[in-house]
């Protein structure tokens, strides 16, 4: 997955790179450096970049954690649906215009929830990833949903595609942007103007995609 970042072109003679308190991310460059050339620098930064803006993050989710009581919301591609704690034993998590599980099943909901949302993350990836393949005439070959850690989604050497399964609280169109992404990365491996044009191609609204990630990357961090 991309990295936003804001470059500041000045007469400076090396490169920095800082996360700011609001967690955007500033490239203070010398003038004559190339787009591309700052997107090496950036892409190898990664690791450090999310676990700087994570930390960052850390204090303002922790008071986010959900409690799986009656009333509190969980997102759901994209929506906010009520969560209903009931009396009546039912099977682990029911989804009809909203959440409903057993009481009895309260004490161990995030596990509960987790397994639900990673099955329905496979469900959705499974379900648009064979059309884009087939469009770009890419060939992958396994897909995984998996607890990622800071990001979306990746691709390996192998073709081998890994998704994050906290991808399945975004909306559709997000969703289908994020497995485009992984799968335009088989054609051309970096974030290069032609990497954006094919991913226009596929995902023609990709901008308004890739803001929703942005606004909504603590999503990224916590599991429902
Ligand atoms: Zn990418």
Redesign the pocket.
């Known amino acids: ?2 990295i936003d970042y804001t470059i500041i072109y000045s007469d400076r003679k090396t490169l920095n790179i800082s996360v700011e308190r609001d967690r955007s991310i500033i490239v203070r460059a010398p003038r004559n450096t190339s787009k591309e050339k700052i997107e090496e620098i950036v892409e190898k930064k990664k690791l450090w970049l999310f676990e700087k803006i994570h930390h960052l993050q850390k204090y303002p989710l922790q008071k986010h954690q959900k409690e799986f009581v009656s009333g509190e919301t969980l997102l759901y591609l994209g929506r906010n649906y009520k969560l209903h704690v009931i009396d009546k034993s039912i099977p682990e998590v029911v989804f009809d215009h909203g959440f409903y599980i057993s009481r009895d099943n309260q004490s161990e909901a995030h596990k509960l929830f987790k397994n639900w949302y990673l099955a329905k993350a496979k469900e959705k990836v499974n379900e648009y990833i064979k059309g884009f393949a087939t469009d770009l005439g890419v060939r992958y070959n396994q897909v995984l949903i998996s607890d990622l850690k800071y990001r979306w989604g990746s691709c390996t050497p192998k073709n081998n595609l890994n998704f994050n399964w906290r991808l399945i609280k975004a909306p559709v169109f997000v969703i289908k942007y994020i497995i485009a ?1 992984e799968l335009v ?1 088989l054609i051309e491996p970096n ?1 290069t103007a032609k990497f954006w044009n094919i991913v226009s191609i596929q995902v023609p609204n990709y901008k308004k995609a890739k803001d929703w990630l942005k606004a909504h990357g603590d999503l990224l961090e916590v599991d429902f």
Do not use: A, G, L
């Open positions: 997955m991309d992404h990365h974030h």
